[in-house]
C-alpha cells in the first residue's frame, strides 16, 4: 500500500528536552494508524509539526510520497491535512454552520444556505447526525467534536489527526466516535489517532507506532499485539491493569451528606434531596452518566457552589456555610473535573501552583513573605514524586505542560497535604496507563491510611477497580448505594438509568 504520510528522521528540541528524538512515522492510505505513548512522550509535538504549528529541527515530511515544507496550519489544510485538537477550537455562541465556514468565507457575502446544506450533506455521509443550524453552547460535548470533524470534511481534509479525541466524551460517545472512524475509513480517508488508550486502538486501529521518552520504540500490528504487550513498551516495564486492594477496616464518617439540595446556573435543582455518608478506611464512587448532578455535588462539598438546603458535616462538625479556605483547612482535598480552570493558574509556574492553597502559612511564608527556595524545594519534590515532566523544570508555566503531566501535577499537590478527605473528579482523565496505576495505587493507599476518598468518574472500570461502595446518581438524585463485590457493571448500568438496584437485579 501506498503512504500517504512519511515523517522521517524528525527532530525537535525545546528548552531543556528532545521531544522527538530521530522519529519516523509512515501511514499508509485508508488505515487507522495510532501512535501511543505516555504523557509528555512527544506524541503531540510530532501533531504539532505535521500540522504546521511546530518546525522541525530536523527530518523530512512527504505527502503521497512529495517532500513538503508545513510552515502553518493553511499549508496543512491545503495538503489535504486537518486536525481535531484536545481542546476545541469553536465560537461558543455561533451556530454549527458559521463555525465551519469561519476562516473559509470566500465572498463579501456569507451564503450561509449553500453552506449549511454541504454540511448537511457532510454529516449524512458519515453518520455525524449534527444540525447546522445549533448553536455549539447547545450542544454536548460529543456533538461539538463532530462538528470538528465537519470543519476538516468540508475542507476536503483527506489524512485526519485525532489528538486524545475520548478524554471528555461518555462511554456512548466514545462508541459513537469509533464508528465514526471506521465510516471515514471506508470512504478513503486516512486517520492518525494519538492516544494512551489501549481499548480504543484495539478497537478501531490497525497498526500503531509506539513512543517513549521521545524515542520511537516500535511499530506493532494491533490485531496480533496484546494490550499488556503495547502497554509494557510504552511504559517501558510490566504494567498491572488490576489495583492490589487489601481489606481495610471503615473506621467514622468523615463526610455526612444529608438531604443536600443544590441549583445549576439555570436555576433548576442539579442535586435533589442528596445523602450519603464516606467513612475513613473507604473509597466511595460517584456512578452516573455526565451531567447528571455531579459537578454540582462536588461544587457544593468544596465550597463552589452555594447550597439551597441540606447539611454538610466534616469529622462530625457542620461546614455548610465554611468558606473554600476553610473547607481546605480541615481537611479536604480536591481534584478538579477541569484542570484548566478549576486544578491550575495556567499562566503560573508549576512551582507557585504547587503552594496555591497553602502560599500564606508556613513554611511557605513567613510574616507575609514567601520563602521561594522553600516552595521551590516543595514543587520539585512533588514532580519527582509525581513524574511531571516539563522542559524547564518547576519554572515552566503550568499551561505549557501536556494534559496528563498537568494532570499529575494537581494529583501530586492534593495527595502530599495528606487530606481527610480526596475528592477526586476524573482523577486519570487523560493519563497513560503507567500513571493510571500509579495513581490508582496512591488513592488506595490514602485510603489505607485511614483516610476517605470520593471517586467521581464516568468510565465504570475505573470506578469498579478503585470503590468500596458505588453510589449511583441520576438526574440529580441517589439512585441507590451498593457494595462493589455484590453487584456487577450490568446492574449498575441500569441504575444509571434511573432503575433502583432491587429492580436492576431482576
Request: include cysteine; proline fraction near 3%.
Amino acid at each position: 500500500m501506498s503512504h500517504v504520510i512519511e515523517m522521517l528522521n524528525i527532530r525537535k528540541e525545546f528548552p531543556g528536552i528532545v521531544a522527538n528524538d530521530d522519529i519516523t512515522l509512515q501511514v499508509e492510505k485508508g488505515e487507522i494508524h495510532a501512535i501511543l505513548g505516555e504523557n509528555g512522550a512527544g506524541k503531540s509535538t510530532l501533531m504539532s509539526i505535521l500540522f504546521g504549528l511546530y518546525h522541525p529541527d530536523r527530518g523530512i515530511i512527504k505527502v503521497k510520497g512529495k517532500e513538503v515544507k508545513i510552515t502553518n496550519p493553511n499549508d496543512a489544510n491545503d495538503l489535504g491535512i486537518g486536525m481535531v485538537h484536545q481542546h476545541f477550537q469553536l465560537v461558543q455562541n455561533f451556530t454549527v454552520t458559521e463555525n465551519i465556514i469561519l476562516g473559509k468565507e470566500s465572498h463579501f457575502i456569507l451564503d450561509r444556505k449553500s453552506a449549511a446544506k454541504k454540511i448537511k450533506a457532510l454529516s449524512e455521509q458519515y453518520g455525524l447526525k449534527i444540525d447546522p443550524n445549533s448553536v455549539i453552547e447547545d450542544i454536548t460535548v460529543g456533538m461539538q467534536q463532530r462538528v470538528e470533524i465537519l470543519k476538516m470534511l468540508y475542507r476536503d481534509a483527506e489524512i485526519l489527526i485525532f489528538d486524545e479525541p475520548t478524554a471528555v466524551l461518555t462511554p456512548q460517545e466514545i462508541e459513537e466516535l469509533m464508528q465514526i472512524m471506521r465510516n471515514l475509513v471506508k470512504e478513503g480517508k486516512s486517520i492518525i489517532l494519538i492516544t494512551h488508550k489501549l481499548d480504543e486502538i484495539k478497537a478501531v486501529a490497525s497498526r500503531c507506532t509506539i513512543i517513549r521518552r521521545g524515542k520511537m520504540i516500535g511499530i506493532v500490528d494491533v490485531a496480533t499485539t496484546s494490550q499488556a504487550e503495547m502497554a509494557s513498551m510504552m511504559v517501558g516495564r510490566p504494567v498491572s491493569f488490576k489495583v492490589e486492594k487489601g481489606e481495610v477496616e471503615v473506621g467514622s464518617p468523615v463526610l455526612e451528606i444529608s438531604h443536600l439540595n443544590v441549583l445549576n446556573v439555570k436555576k433548576y435543582f442539579a442535586v435533589k434531596d442528596f445523602s450519603l455518608t464516606v467513612s475513613r478506611g473507604e473509597i466511595v464512587g460517584i456512578a452516573g452518566v455526565d451531567g447528571n448532578g455531579q459537578s454540582e455535588l462536588v461544587e457544593a462539598i468544596t465550597g463552589l457552589r452555594p447550597i439551597e438546603s441540606g447539611t454538610l458535616t466534616f469529622n462530625g462538625k457542620d461546614m455548610t456555610h465554611y468558606s473554600i479556605r476553610e473547607r481546605n483547612e480541615a481537611g479536604i482535598g480536591h481534584i478538579p473535573e477541569d484542570r484548566q480552570k478549576r486544578g491550575l493558574v495556567m499562566e503560573s509556574s508549576i512551582s507557585d501552583n504547587m503552594v496555591i492553597k497553602e502560599y500564606y502559612r508556613e513554611p511557605f511564608s513567613k510574616n507575609g513573605v514567601l520563602r521561594q527556595q522553600v516552595i521551590d524545594k516543595h514543587a520539585e519534590e512533588i514532580c519527582e514524586a509525581f513524574d511531571v515532566r516539563s522542559g524547564e523544570g518547576i519554572f515552566s508555566h503550568a499551561g505549557k505542560l501536556s494534559g496528563g503531566n498537568q494532570q499529575k501535577a494537581i494529583v501530586g499537590r492534593e495527595m502530599v497535604l495528606e487530606p481527610d478527605l480526596i475528592i477526586a473528579v476524573q482523577p486519570t482523565r487523560g493519563l497513560d496507563v503507567g500513571a493510571i496505576e500509579y495513581i490508582h495505587k496512591r488513592l488506595v493507599e490514602h485510603r489505607n491510611k485511614g483516610k476517605a476518598v470520593l471517586l467521581v468518574s464516568f468510565e465504570l472500570d475505573e470506578i469498579f477497580n478503585l470503590s468500596d461502595r458505588i453510589a449511583v446518581m441520576n438526574s440529580g438524585e441517589l439512585i441507590d448505594v451498593v457494595y462493589t463485590q455484590q453487584t456487577n457493571e450490568d446492574q449498575v448500568g441500569l441504575m444509571m438509568a434511573g432503575v433502583k438496584s432491587k429492580e436492576a437485579s431482576v
